[in-house]
């Protein structure tokens, strides 16, 4: 085992999640020592990470993202290794862990330092800094996800737009700058017009509003209008995306902001032979998640990340995730440690 000495005497700072007995939750920035974290080949001094919804439905005591309380949240993180028993890593390394149970039931990336099974990291890729992976984190990488989808079926730039819905959320943004970035043309879909200035920055050609993809006449096939679409929000938005895509057309679906139901009939299916993919990024086998982390890092890769995030304190975390629960939040945001 290679080591840093003296580790395990260290405390660091975590955010830690409590249940009080009357059944309400509430958080602190805490000192915990190195012993009390989980099993582990690699212990990782954690440098960023990024907040997700699933962190802010962990923050508020969703007892099905988080089982049992105290916790500490966090599905993301970047960071140096300390520590590892496993030889394909070894201290110094720089490693991403995103998804598997990290945040979820697993002490996570809200803190410091973290320790991780060796089979959830992956290493650095070498053209993105520690802090251009946290800017992508899982919100990126399930982005990637619907985009490799994308590719898979044979969508390519001359086929036609490219509709994401969301887009001034973590995913949506992400979606829309690699698609632009990768010469796409790229409808982007979003209620907080704010956000337009920066969509356009990134190369979306077309911005329209959530009330543009949220048709009520019942019909169930729409003009078509785009050959694909990455879809954040579910309901009725993704009936109305469905209905609206061209003949042979795929639409990907990663979110259910708006509901997790899906009213649609067949029509899209066997008359225009749309296709839907589901994109979950959690428990992406290794194989695949090292594929998208070098089609992030190098056909995806888009210049200026930062202006899709901000950067903030573990002290600024709490009221972060507040606003990501009401649906305040804009863009990615970066906790560095």
Request: charged fraction near 20%; hydrophobic fraction near 40%.
């Amino acid at each position: 085992m290679k080591t840093v000495p003296d580790s395990n005497r260290q405390s660091f700072r975590a955010l830690v999640i409590e249940e009080a007995t009357s059944g309400e939750f509430s958080s602190s920035i805490r000192q915990r020592k190195i012993d009390d974290l989980p099993a582990g080949e690699l212990l990782v001094k954690v440098c960023f990470s990024g907040l997700n919804y699933k962190d802010a439905l962990s923050f508020s005591g969703n007892k099905g993202i988080t089982r049992h309380y105290p916790h500490t949240p966090g599905i993301d993180a970047a960071g140096v290794v300390k520590e590892s028993s496993d030889p394909d890593f070894e201290a110094g390394d720089e490693i991403v862990v995103t998804g598997y149970d990290l945040g979820m039931n697993t002490s996570g990336g809200l803190a410091e330092y973290i320790r991780v099974p060796s089979r959830w990291a992956v290493h650095r890729p070498e053209s993105l800094s520690l802090k251009e992976c946290m800017i992508i984190g899982t919100s990126g990488f399930t982005a990637a996800s619907a985009i490799l989808e994308m590719m898979n079926h044979g969508i390519r730039p001359e086929s036609g737009k490219v509709l994401v819905t969301g887009a001034s959320g973590a995913v949506g943004i992400t979606a829309a700058a690699m698609l632009a970035n990768a010469g796409y043309r790229v409808i982007a879909s979003t209620g907080k017009t704010g956000a337009a200035p920066l969509l356009k920055t990134l190369g979306v050609e077309e911005i329209i509003g959530r009330e543009d993809v949220n048709d009520q006449s019942g019909r169930p096939l729409l003009p078509g209008r785009w050959v694909a679409a990455i879809d954040t929000v579910g309901g009725n938005t993704l009936s109305t995306v469905i209905r609206s895509t061209v003949e042979r057309g795929i639409v990907t679906n990663c979110g259910m902001v708006a509901s997790n139901n899906l009213d649609v009939s067949v029509f899209p299916f066997i008359l225009r032979a749309v296709r839907l993919v589901g994109i979950a990024s959690a428990e992406t086998p290794m194989a695949r998640r090292i594929e998208l982390w070098n089609l992030i890092a190098g056909k995806l890769k888009f210049p200026d990340m930062e202006k899709i995030c901000r950067i903030i304190s573990l002290e600024e975390v709490p009221a972060a995730l507040d606003a990501m629960l009401k649906s305040a939040s804009t863009g990615k945001i970066l906790v560095s440690m």
